[in-house]
């Protein structure tokens, strides 16, 4: 189509080819245009330009973001979006919390401003942010060691993160889990930050490669970057124990790299702040100098608001100033300023006792809900089953995702023949799911596993 376009070329038709009877004329049924004695001057282009843009190709539709809108094209009623991540009530519908509502009142009774923020954000928001990773008063953060700049959510502040390593560290690598949140090669490739594997998910086991893991990050050049998910591993569900964690920092020190956790679950694992945010701390403790992305997209539901936080601990209060300079130095003209009504949402929750036990609370509810239907997917699946497959593997992952070890082409069926709406890595989004859908999920995903190869 593109190259019958482009041969094409210019096009342009006098009024004289122009069908006259066609055109709608003024009351006294002549067109001025036409009546003028320099009609020959007067063109109408319809122009068929072969287009600058001729080079650029259709760009696949996102792994992930793409499956929302397949589904939205889905006219069938049983349909059911397992894709992204984003908390849906029993009704399947959206939830927004209800401590975010009170917060958002507050801010209209008090009339805040729309005015520019500063860079690197709003002042509120970046000490509520590390002290909610730390934990207030932990010593990184009383000696001013940790850099913390509001990024566009999670995305948005690894990618700042990235920026800083292709400026400051040239050709360091950054080693990501096999498999990953699918957005991390995509950053790091925009970013032209190179990056390999270390493996982590064993198909074998439906569990963690620990050995593979160890040996990867050992086998690393010296000062790498390792990306690490703080809880609630993405796609897989399986997170390192916590003596595994313990082994996973010795080899990053003893190596002298450079950890970069991605916190995009922080009270989504276990329903607990501070339980999931364990393995930040067990690292700030070491004395490590390290990064870590954060996001309240899930959390706190706050998906669209793009709300999140790039923060470097560094090893001196001097270093974390210097490193601050230079990612308000990179954000500036990448955005220029972050937006405010997502910053001032978490800086209120947080600072207001009473919200903050309320937003507790629904957290624990909302990964209650999941944790429920996580079970009774098991449930149906265990009844319905009779060949003795072992599915207790969905039972032992953690926080929104059940990795279902269901292949492309079975995955495909998923959708094609049951209309679940499904990530082709055989990833499913229990926070999607409904207590009145699982036995039609089980169903569909025996069909799959067994009938599809
Ligand atoms: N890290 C991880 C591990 C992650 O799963 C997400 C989002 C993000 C960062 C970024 O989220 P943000 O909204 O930028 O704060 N994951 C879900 C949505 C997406 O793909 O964008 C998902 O995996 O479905």
Not at 396 to 416: E, R
């Given at each position: 189509m593109a190259s019958s376009m482009l041969s094409l070329g210019?096009?342009?038709?006098?009024?004289?080819?122009?069908?006259?009877?066609?055109?709608?004329?003024?009351?006294?049924?002549?067109n001025p245009f036409l009546r003028t004695k320099s009609l020959s001057r007067v063109t109408m282009s319809v122009s068929v330009k072969p287009s600058r843009f001729e080079g650029i190709t259709m760009a696949p539709p996102d792994p992930i973001l793409g499956v929302s809108e397949a589904f939205k094209a889905d006219t069938n009623e049983l349909k059911l979006n397992l894709g992204v991540g984003a908390y849906r009530t029993e009704e399947l519908q959206p939830y927004v919390l209800n401590v975010v509502k009170k917060a958002e009142n507050l801010m209209l009774e008090r009339g805040d401003n729309k005015e520019y923020l500063p860079i690197e954000g709003l002042a509120a928001f970046n000490k509520a942010t590390a002290e909610l990773l730390f934990g207030a008063g932990h010593p990184v953060i009383k000696e001013q060691k940790v850099a913390t700049i509001q990024g566009l959510s999670g995305t948005g502040s690894l990618r700042l993160a990235a920026a800083l390593i292709e400026r400051y560290f040239p050709g360091a690598k950054v080693l990501i889990s096999a498999p990953t949140w699918g957005n991390h090669k995509n950053i790091f490739n925009d970013a032209k930050v190179p990056w390999s594997e270390y493996r982590y998910?064993?198909?074998?086991?439906?569990?963690?490669?620990?050995?593979?893991?160890?040996?990867?990050?050992?086998?690393?050049?010296?000062?790498?970057?390792?990306?690490?998910?703080?809880?609630?591993?993405n796609p897989t569900g399986i997170d390192p124990t916590p003596e595994q964690w313990?082994?996973?920092?010795?080899?990053?020190?003893e190596k002298n790299h450079i950890p970069f956790f991605d916190v995009a679950y922080q009270g989504f694992a276990s329903g607990s702040l501070d339980e999931d945010a364990a393995s930040v701390r067990l690292f700030a403790e070491r004395g490590m100098e390290f990064f870590v992305a954060q996001s309240y997209s899930k959390n706190l539901g706050l998906y669209a608001e793009r709300i999140g936080a790039i923060n470097v601990v560094c090893s001196s209060a001097d270093a974390a100033t210097r490193v601050k300079s230079q990612l308000k130095r990179i954000a500036r003209p990448m955005y220029s300023n972050p937006p405010v009504h997502g910053a001032r949402i978490v800086a209120n929750v947080v600072g207001d006792a009473t919200m903050f036990g309320e937003w507790k609370a629904e957290m624990e509810m909302m990964a209650g809900r999941i944790k429920t239907v996580r079970q009774r997917l098991y449930d149906s699946l265990v009844s319905k089953d009779k060949s003795g497959k072992d599915w207790s593997f969905i039972l032992k992952q953690i926080g929104m995702f059940s990795f279902t070890g269901l292949n492309k082409a079975q995955s495909d069926n998923m959708t094609?023949?049951?209309?679940?709406?499904?990530?082709?890595?055989?990833r499913i989004s229990l926070a999607g799911l409904s207590m009145a859908k699982c036995e039609y999920l089980a169903d569909a995903i025996i069909d799959s596993y067994h009938n599809v190869s």
């Amino acid at each position: 189509m593109a190259s019958s376009m482009l041969s094409l070329g210019w096009t342009s038709l006098l009024p004289r080819e122009i069908n006259k009877d066609k055109l709608k004329l003024g009351p006294s049924g002549s067109n001025p245009f036409l009546r003028t004695k320099s009609l020959s001057r007067v063109t109408m282009s319809v122009s068929v330009k072969p287009s600058r843009f001729e080079g650029i190709t259709m760009a696949p539709p996102d792994p992930i973001l793409g499956v929302s809108e397949a589904f939205k094209a889905d006219t069938n009623e049983l349909k059911l979006n397992l894709g992204v991540g984003a908390y849906r009530t029993e009704e399947l519908q959206p939830y927004v919390l209800n401590v975010v509502k009170k917060a958002e009142n507050l801010m209209l009774e008090r009339g805040d401003n729309k005015e520019y923020l500063p860079i690197e954000g709003l002042a509120a928001f970046n000490k509520a942010t590390a002290e909610l990773l730390f934990g207030a008063g932990h010593p990184v953060i009383k000696e001013q060691k940790v850099a913390t700049i509001q990024g566009l959510s999670g995305t948005g502040s690894l990618r700042l993160a990235a920026a800083l390593i292709e400026r400051y560290f040239p050709g360091a690598k950054v080693l990501i889990s096999a498999p990953t949140w699918g957005n991390h090669k995509n950053i790091f490739n925009d970013a032209k930050v190179p990056w390999s594997e270390y493996r982590y998910y064993d198909p074998k086991t439906i569990g963690l490669d620990f050995e593979g893991m160890i040996q990867d990050i050992k086998e690393a050049p010296e000062g790498s970057f390792i990306l690490l998910h703080g809880c609630a591993h993405n796609p897989t569900g399986i997170d390192p124990t916590p003596e595994q964690w313990v082994k996973i920092a010795d080899v990053i020190q003893e190596k002298n790299h450079i950890p970069f956790f991605d916190v995009a679950y922080q009270g989504f694992a276990s329903g607990s702040l501070d339980e999931d945010a364990a393995s930040v701390r067990l690292f700030a403790e070491r004395g490590m100098e390290f990064f870590v992305a954060q996001s309240y997209s899930k959390n706190l539901g706050l998906y669209a608001e793009r709300i999140g936080a790039i923060n470097v601990v560094c090893s001196s209060a001097d270093a974390a100033t210097r490193v601050k300079s230079q990612l308000k130095r990179i954000a500036r003209p990448m955005y220029s300023n972050p937006p405010v009504h997502g910053a001032r949402i978490v800086a209120n929750v947080v600072g207001d006792a009473t919200m903050f036990g309320e937003w507790k609370a629904e957290m624990e509810m909302m990964a209650g809900r999941i944790k429920t239907v996580r079970q009774r997917l098991y449930d149906s699946l265990v009844s319905k089953d009779k060949s003795g497959k072992d599915w207790s593997f969905i039972l032992k992952q953690i926080g929104m995702f059940s990795f279902t070890g269901l292949n492309k082409a079975q995955s495909d069926n998923m959708t094609n023949k049951w209309h679940v709406y499904m990530t082709k890595d055989g990833r499913i989004s229990l926070a999607g799911l409904s207590m009145a859908k699982c036995e039609y999920l089980a169903d569909a995903i025996i069909d799959s596993y067994h009938n599809v190869s």
